[in-house]
């Protein structure tokens, strides 16, 4: 119930009524133009909310052509304030928000309004040519799994890379936009004795990440299927690893309803609005289903656990947390990170079963620390992939155990590396990290002092590659 | 399928059963002592995770007597290493966990074994007697609240403390153990001026905390109701925030499956085994359902709003990640920081709502500050409660936006405020927070400067009231 209008009030509806003809709120006081703000909500929020508005519009009909063109002029005549661009943002009309995009504006301060991630969300629309898939195939047949995956996968470019010690052909069905990448391809392009190093085995994928072309990959291990919700639906791994990375990650404060971002969620009371912004997410973590990403002790001890528990969320990593990143189910910006996922850390006697390997684990550390220091953000949880059985845990326990020990030197170095301020790109952060490896680490045990030269080996390799596929 | 058996398992076999006659096994190289754990495991398990075993026994029926007569001698004779604690550790035997617990034997080194989460929450059985219910009376007729809340709250004491500022006399249900607070007795406790001061509104269940003599405080506010789950069923939050309480948080490093102390769960790969014993949980956040904790720009903003995205999910807040804790559904762990939940931050306009209050946002930093640097845990998820309606957030807008705007200085206060190693009680840290407040917030705004006074105080009060209460 509101109270009758008061003197300010209509005060406030007469000036809307003039909006077009103003060019600059900046002089009424602070709780005028909230009062302002609100007023014009109070009419118009049950529209937005009760989604009557079938449009999909932002509930700001009466400001349509006023607020556009006085956007323009303002912009025009240099008057865009702090405080009238905060009002526009407010206002949730999308197309105010794309040009405040289109004019890359951002708004670095500290604005005391409250969120419309309507706005944020819709500003945001994904071209599918924006898009690889990077599958590392280390299974010949791929057509089960392509099948399964064929609703998701079909609209996008696919990149298949062979695992070079894989013999048979692949085997691939027909409907796919795809590259096939082989052994005499990968020798080709960074020749036969990085290709043996570097990419055998999981780390095959990573060829498929040096030589995408487009801003985000979205990689998923060729023993999982798409999953399905609490309802029964088939999740499109794809669409919500994007959703995650094209919505703003929020590592600075801990919002307990998670993701602010997700449809129905925000902030809490209590989180600043200096921080709502928040910042570009460039990693986005999967979870599993049926199986999941347990090291061999412990799948060992539990050969009958299966992960059944859906949980509906996304949550911001915060910034200073490490993170154990499974390579299984993952999606990230290779514009803003790309040369932070990297094969590093590769055991002596490295298998062919997820629990065998550490290279995931170590290139996702690597990258959180490059987040970290870049101040861009990593999310975890949803989607879930499914993943299919296969491997005896027991007999992998002898070839893991040394992973599972290194662990206890890996983790203390990357929560306490530190990046300089002359560290400005994911290249830079990792010739630095490398450096760091192999002052810290390399005295400890030899896989570390291998894996900072594969690191430096590594941007090299990206830099030559990104300069022969730049146009 | 297990291989055929080799020279070291059949001598395996044969040492287990020797076990009860073997008063020390730390002369058997690390991988011997492993393989003879994982061969026992490797027999009983199917029986452990089948759950064939109805008796709920950890899977150690021929452990089951030698075992502990084992530990007993072992320890009489102070041979107990850390090798053979991890092995027992390991058996999941509820018997020997309980003599561990009893001797409280802590194990502070690098266990390079699986976690068997089973016995860290079987060890952990929490009497009736250990649990206080704290309720806040903002209303004088506490009969539909406590009704819906009886099959929950019956089997517990209840403390209800009635605001102050409540003139009509409580209505109470019969059928409860409670002890009812009123104004008169809050004076006596604490005299009159402090009274008001400190313990009006939502305040007035910090005399709840003041004065419970439990280990375990739940408090939920009085216009919240049980939720149910996804499936429809009453969700029990005591026993959850219990649940929360008495397995280990992990602090220090992101587990991607959340709570790795939840049923069906587990650590993941990469999760170093020398962080999986965790530490102490000292606060429990709960969370709502229905009306969400919103502050009142973002629910005047999105009245329609409702949180129906039930997150079945609890997860430790990493170290040194503040986040906003909602008074409205905590529970905490009174002996370990008791102390630091504490009354301190009242804003001049603070009325009788939830989102014009931030006492608890302050409360919440400050005992997250003093749980990183004692190197206990702070839990948030489950359980959820259902909020029902109330208020008018536009209304409240003038009020709230004072508490707002502070956040903007609160947050990077507490996220780089540190305390010196002398702080080794919750309440040595509110005494040294309380002097940084001044400091560093005083010049700000009074509100701060008051704050830091209120903080000193209900230290103060704390000793003499736990000097008066103990027997």
Known sequence: MRTPPSLVSLAIDSALAQLSNISDLSFLPDHILIDLFLSQWSILKFEYLSGENSAGEAPCGIFKLPVEGFLKRTLRAGKLTEKILKLFIATGKEEVLSHIEALNIQLVLTPVLPTSKKNLSMSQIIDDNDVDIVIGALHSDLTPFLDEWRPVFSRFHLIIVKDPDLKDELKIPGGFNLHVYTKSDIDKAVGSASSASLFSGYSCRYFGYLISQKKYVVSIDDDCVPARDNNGGLIDAVAQ??????????????????????????????YPFSLRN???????CGLWLNLADYDAPTQALKPGQRNSRYVDAVLTVPARTMLPVSGINIGFNREVV?????????LAK???????????????MCVKVVCDHLGVGVKSGLPYVWRKERGDAIESLKKEWEGVKLMEDV?????SVRLSQAAVTPEDCVIEMAAAVKERLGPVHPVFARAAEAMVEWVKLWKVVRTRLSP
């Open 278 to 284: 928040g910042v570009t997410c460039a990693l986005s």
């Open 350 to 364: 490295e298998g062919k079963f997820r629990w065998e390997t550490v290279e995931d684990i170590w290139s996702g």
């Open 338 to 346: 790309g040369p932070a996922l990297l094969p590093a850390l590769r």
């Open 241 to 270: 690893h994007i959703s995650n990375l094209t919505t703003p990650a929020t590592p600075f404060f801990f919002n307990t309803l998670y993701d602010p971002f997700c449809k129905g969620a925000d902030f809490v009371r209590g």
């Open 411 to 415: 983790v203390p170095f990357f929560q």
